[in-house]
């Protein structure tokens, strides 16, 4: 079984809403594949999503009900064929954390090969990207990664 784990600062914006719709998609697609969430900060720890994100994500037929935030920790590493970065600073902190051992982290948005971006940004604080425009960013680097995992 492929199991994949996406990961931001807080894991509650970016990270679960990938998950959410991801997991859907996997479903729908028919693949038995683990699909998780975790932040390098575990400010969070046990806590539901932001209620942004779970509003934009239910808006577009995704449940992030059930996902609650947890912090990465090193044996992810091991236990995940992917390890998925929503930014730069995330794909740094990733790799300390995992110190040479296990899977390698990479920025998810690799997989949206239409698009030039490669960071997802976190729509926590506003600013020019809000929470739709990240869940639309996390579609398109979930069929990127989709699409992969069938070929």
Known sequence: MIKVLFVCLGNICRSPTAEAVFRYHTKQAGLKVMVDSAGTAGWHQGQPSDP????TAADFGYDMSKIRSRAIIPSD?????FV?????????????IRNG?????????????????????????GGKTGFV???HLIE??????????QA
């Open 52 to 55: 942004r994100s779970c509003k």
């Open 77 to 81: 590493f091991h236990t995940f064929n």
């Open 133 to 135: 425009d990240v869940l």
């Open 140 to 149: 398109q680097a979930s069929a990127g990664l989709l699409a992969q995992l």
């Open 84 to 96: 998925l970065a929503m930014d730069y600073q995330n794909l740094s902190d990733l790799e300390i």
């Open 101 to 125: 051992q296990g899977t390698r982290p990479q920025l998810f948005l690799d997989f949206a090969h239409q698009l030039s971006e490669r960071e997802i940004p976190d729509p926590y604080y």
